[in-house]
């Protein structure tokens, strides 16, 4: 039976390599800012564009919920980036509320259309296992031009790219994964290379969230946990170990 | 390149984790939902392996994806679900990732309930602005025991014709099924007499069988529109009309929050129901009859209560 629990994580473990080969470096860019709920915020508006477009009477078909989250989340991203220049260091507060805003905004427009609010679902609350390896495809191609972008470029540095990067990444993972996993995929990492402080922190964080998707899937196999929460509790566990390591090696110096 | 053993070791420890599937004879039957586990268990008895996908504390309109999910539909010889796009959230993509054709809509593996009843509430026109409701009529039949009969009766055929061996099992138990539900329910009608002409708000549309079967009747509901959290001045109607409809109680299920049932019932000075709605949704049901019996029991205190 071995091979058939293979078959059945496989997709969600590609699909999680591909997260964590965007969002490990994108992460530790989003802890130096410390703008670390910037995720959920633009996955927030990401959903609203969806929920407008539906609003709209768009009929809701593959690409016309595509191109409105993202047009949304660029949007987004675009008033960070003003913000971020004229109010820098109420930033954190800013995507705050641009969170809670998007979410009331989504509720209200709930009361004329219920329906957008499955939309909705589709497309914050991803969940890993039901990933198709159709759906990784295009992801594929997207993450790839990320990355190049991330090599060419210091993103922290180029604002305008950083944001627009962003924002395109996380409106493609959570539809793939849902906001918790993307929120853990993106801080856990970059957080643990903090604690441990490594010269390299980069490599650390990747090695640090492939073991952490690894145990994460398994254990939820074992254990049938629903699996994106069990691969969040144990990346959040493996900080946890990290935090235990430094304080004793700190008592031992 | 160190990576590469840390691959070749993961997915060493991955085939040794892996969960495992009872091997055996019997019938594997996968249920969406508590009350159809029960129901294939009973006309199944030894001969059915019954896993249930759902608990009667879950919301059956959405479900998180756990690996057990997909393993066990791919092992499935049958698998009995309410249909009419109540699993719509969530079975469809179990089904193609399953990739068992045992089980896929069409195949004599695949057992939709609401295919074998007559659906009420199906709505005369199709707008998206009237809330989350399912084009092909209520799917929570399991309110009326008589629909469980019919559906006994289809779903013992079913087992039958998948496991000719044990034919004559799923036959004879199927007619004492049938028998006893036949007998309780007319126990249960008579009970239930005070219930007749009842008038009661229910907190999300998932009643009508139940409510059509003791002749109760639903003159509001908690919800706007199905799925639809409620603003102040849709509730602030609803408490001016309980009162003159004269509305006995609230209802709601075992699986929602009971805020908004209590809210209402503190304002209006009637009392909130909470109805097992499936089978383990309230400690007593604990099997289809315990289900009916406790439901009863409960809207009979609710009336009661009310003096």
Request: hydrophobic fraction near 55%.
């Amino acid at each position: 039976m071995a091979e058939a629990s293979l078959d059945i994580l496989w997709p969600a473990f590609l699909a999680g390599l591909l997260v964590l080969a965007t969002h490990v470096p994108l992460g530790k860019l989003v802890l130096d800012r410390g703008i670390v709920f910037i995720d959920l915020a633009i996955a927030q508006v990401a959903g609203l564009g969806v929920v407008i477009a539906d609003f709209l009477g768009w009929e809701p078909n593959g690409w016309s919920v595509q191109v409105a989250a993202v047009a949304a989340a660029l949007i987004a991203a675009g008033f960070l980036i003003w913000t971020e220049r004229h109010l820098a260091l109420l930033q954190e507060a800013v995507i705050g509320v641009v969170f809670v805003v998007a979410a009331s905004a989504e509720i209200i427009l709930f009361g004329f259309n219920p329906h957008g609010a499955e939309h909705l679902k589709d497309l914050l609350v991803g969940q890993i296992l039901w990933v198709s390896p159709a759906q990784l495809l295009p992801v594929l191609v997207l993450y790839a031009a990320v990355l190049a972008i991330y090599w060419r470029f210091d993103l922290a540095r180029q604002r305008v790219l950083f944001y627009a990067v962003f924002a395109v990444t996380v409106t493609a993972s959570v539809q793939l994964v849902g906001v918790f996993l993307v929120f853990a995929s993106l801080i856990v990492p970059a957080l643990a290379a903090r604690i441990v402080d490594m010269r390299d922190p980069l490599r650390f964080a990747y090695v640090f969230g492939f073991v952490g998707y690894v145990l994460g899937l398994l254990g939820s196999d074992m254990l049938d946990f629903p699996t994106g929460a069990a691969i969040v509790c144990t990346l959040a566990a493996m900080a946890a170990v990290t935090l235990i390591v430094r304080a004793a090696k700190s008592v031992a110096a | 390149m160190r990576k590469i053993p840390i691959v070749t070791f993961l997915f060493a420890v991955f085939a040794l984790g892996a969960t495992s599937l009872p091997a055996s004879a019997k019938v594997n039957v996968f249920a969406c939902e508590p009350e159809w586990a029960a129901l294939t268990t009973a006309l199944g008895g030894e001969d059915v392996e019954v896993f249930t996908a759902t608990t009667a504390r879950q919301d059956p309109h959405q479900i998180q994806a756990r690996p057990a999910l997909i393993s066990r539909l791919r092992g499935a010889d049958l698998a009995v679900c309410t249909g009419a796009e109540l699993e719509i959230g969530w079975m469809p993509v179990l089904l193609r990732q399953s990739s068992n054709a045992k089980v896929q809509p069409g195949a004599p593996g695949y057992f939709e309930a609401t295919q074998q009843v007559k659906l009420l509430e199906v709505p005369t026109r199709l707008d998206r602005a009237e809330g989350d409701i399912h084009p092909q009529g209520n799917p929570h039949i399991q309110g009326d025991p008589r629909n469980m009969q019919i559906i006994a009766a289809a779903l013992a055929k079913r087992l039958a014709a998948i496991d000719p061996a044990h034919a004559a099992g799923y036959t004879e138990r199927g007619k004492a099924f049938d028998e006893k539900l036949a007998q309780a329910i007319q126990g249960w009608q008579k009970e239930a007499t005070p219930l007749k002409g009842v008038n009661v708000v229910i907190y999300h549309k998932e009643w009508i069988y139940l409510t059509n079967w003791l002749g109760m009747h639903e003159v509001g509901t908690i919800e706007p529109k199905p799925g639809v959290p409620p603003g102040s001045a849709y509730l602030a109607q609803l408490l001016e009309e309980i009162p003159q409809k004269n509305v006995k109680m609230v209802i709601y299920s075992a699986y929602q929050d009971p805020r908004a049932p209590e809210f209402i019932s503190a304002k209006a000075k009637i009392p909130a129901v909470m109805l097992p709605f499936t089978v383990g949704g309230t400690e007593a049901s604990r099997d289809l009859f315990d289900l009916y019996e406790d439901t009863i029991k409960r809207l009979l205190a609710g009336v009661a209560a009310h003096g």
